[in-house]
Structure formats: C-alpha cells, structure tokens
C-alpha cells in the first residue's frame, strides 16, 4: 500500500474519533439550543419594536427577555430530546403528538433545519414572544395553559406513577382529560377558571397502569373528582387504551368507579363492572375498538358476578 493511501487512511481515522469524541450529548444539545433560541427570540423582539427606540422601549426588550427565557429553558427541558448515532445525532422536538427533527448534532455544534423556524411559526413560541413584547391584558382573552403549566400538571398527574409510556402520551392523556392545575398547583379542576371557589370545585386523581391483553402497550385508567364534577358518584372513570394510530383513545369518561375486572374478556381485554349511581350497574365490554355497554347487572346482583378489584388485577398482571 502507498504511502498516499496511508495517509488518506490516517486522516479518516482521526475524523472519525474527532467526531466521535464531539459527538454533543442530549445535555449539550439543549444548552446549544437554548442559546441559539436566546439569540432567535432577541432579535424578533428587538425588531418588534425597533421604530421606537427609546430608553422604555429598551426596557421593554430587557423585560421580555425575562419572560421567555424561562419559557424557552422549560420548553427545551420538557420537550427536546436526541437520538445518538456515534458519529452525530439528531436533535428532535415532541409537540403536541407530533415529533420533527429540528437538527443535526456533530463536531460540537448543532446545525439546525428550517423546520425549527417552521414548527416555532405554528405556535410553539409566537404567543409568547406576543406576550413578551405586550404583558398588557387583552380584555375578553381567553385563558388557556402554557406549555409551562401543562408540563407541571403531567408532573402532578403522574407523580408516583411507574409507566413506560412516553412523555409526549402523557401530554395527550392530560390534554384529553380537559383538566386545569388549581390554584395552588397541589390539585386539579375542570374549569380553567375557578374564581374565588377552587377549595370546593378541585379534586385530586388518580392513575392507575396495566396491560389487560398482555401486548406490551399499557392502558391507562384515569379516577378523579368529586361531587362538583361527578354528582352524587363522586368520581368519574377514564381508560385510555391505544389506537391503530399508536394514539391514546379516551374510552369511558362518565361519573362512576371501576366496581370490578371481570373474567371474561374480549380479545384479551377484560370486561369491566361499572359502580355507578343507579339501581343497575353498567358491564361494559371491549368489541374491537373502543369499549360499550354489554349489559346490565342489579346491584343487589353483583356478588353473583366473578370480578376483582382493579387494584388486584394489576397486582396479579404483574406477578
């Protein structure tokens, strides 16, 4: 072999470690593109409002900084992360069910694509540069949840909870849900607004995981309320169960509690006894694609019916 060749050889190899060796982390990823965001927000702020450059208005620019910054850092944390291929890696962002790769990670450096621009146009930060550049309230806006507050509301949700699933399925199961954090962030409502009345409209929930049909793919049930959100019930019952769509699907939903996990099942899900206000409770089963009323069963007859309660089926699932 040539020398020539050696050298070629020599100089690929020492590329290769170099770019091994670079190679950023998930970690140095999201320091890069907090600081790359940084610099994206500043400028569009500072051209918001550049026809006016006087000392207010700079003060302006100071101030709105303060307040996105905070939302980009919580944006990155909670909703970018990477996939590492040796010699680079590939920065994604998960919105909204929705994953894109925003850029290419390599030598130290992330080198972003257009569809950052594109995804941060449909909605990811314009209203909070709005907000930023404007923190007068707008009369009549309507009140809706920031990715900041829905990231701690997924947080309350599911803290304690041992799950595989995702975190952009735990976004979509709260979303669904329809639910607000309360006021002091320890609880949960249904109104996005409660007034002064939250200690009597907030409820806890609680969640529940298993896997009825053994697929790998876990389901969700979802107890919560009160007698605010669920009359005399007192609670209300949500199962998410995942689609041919690789999406949660929201099945129940109604004031009641799981009574009892049947013996009896459907294509590996189990039929399901519903406690509800009534002189009959509900036998809901699952018929290939969401669950529906099969039956119903007195309630001086539910002994009569081989049921456990769902926290032993899920004790026995695990054994």
Do not use: C
């Not at 399901?272 to 699952?286: C, H, T």
């Amino acid at each position: 072999m040539k020398k020539k060749n050696y050298v070629i050889i020599g100089i690929v190899g020492l590329i290769i470690i170099i770019a091994v060796i670079a190679n950023p982390n998930q970690d140095r990823q999201k320091e890069i593109l907090k600081t790359k965001l940084y610099s994206l927000m500043q400028e569009s702020i500072k051209g918001s409002t550049q026809e006016n450059n006087s000392k207010l208005n700079q003060a302006g620019q100071v101030l709105g900084m303060m307040f996105v910054k905070p939302i980009i850092d919580n944006l990155i944390d909670n909703f970018v992360s990477s996939d590492n291929y040796v010699f680079f890696s590939t920065t994604k962002i998960n919105w909204e069910g929705n994953t894109k790769v925003i850029g290419i990670a390599a030598f130290g450096n992330i080198f972003l694509s257009s569809e950052l621009e594109r995804v941060l146009n449909e909605g990811l930060l314009k209203d909070k540069r709005s907000q930023a550049i404007n923190k007068r309230p707008i009369e009549g806006q309507e009140i809706v949840e920031d990715a900041i507050t829905i990231s701690k509301g997924v947080e309350l949700l599911f803290k304690g909870v041992k799950t595989t699933i995702s975190k952009t399925d735990k976004i979509h199961i709260y979303k669904e849900l329809g639910f607000y954090l309360s006021k002091n962030k320890k609880h949960f409502e249904i109104d996005a607004d409660p007034g002064n009345y939250y200690d009597y409209t907030s409820f806890d929930a609680t969640v529940n995981v298993t896997d009825m049909n053994k697929d790998g793919v876990e389901e969700i049930f979802v107890t919560y309320g009160n007698d605010y959100t669920s009359g005399v019930s007192g609670s209300s019952i949500v199962l998410f169960i995942k689609d041919g769509n690789n999406e949660y699907k929201k099945n129940l939903g109604f004031p009641g509690a799981i009574g009892g996990v049947l013996s009896t099942s459907n294509q590996g899900y189990n039929d399901l006894s519903i406690d509800a206000a009534g002189l009959e409770n509900p036998i809901w089963s699952w018929n290939g694609k969401e669950y529906v009323i099969n039956k119903n069963i007195k309630s001086e007859n539910n002994d009569t019916i081989k049921a456990t309660s769902l926290e032993n089926f899920i004790k026995r699932r695990k054994i």
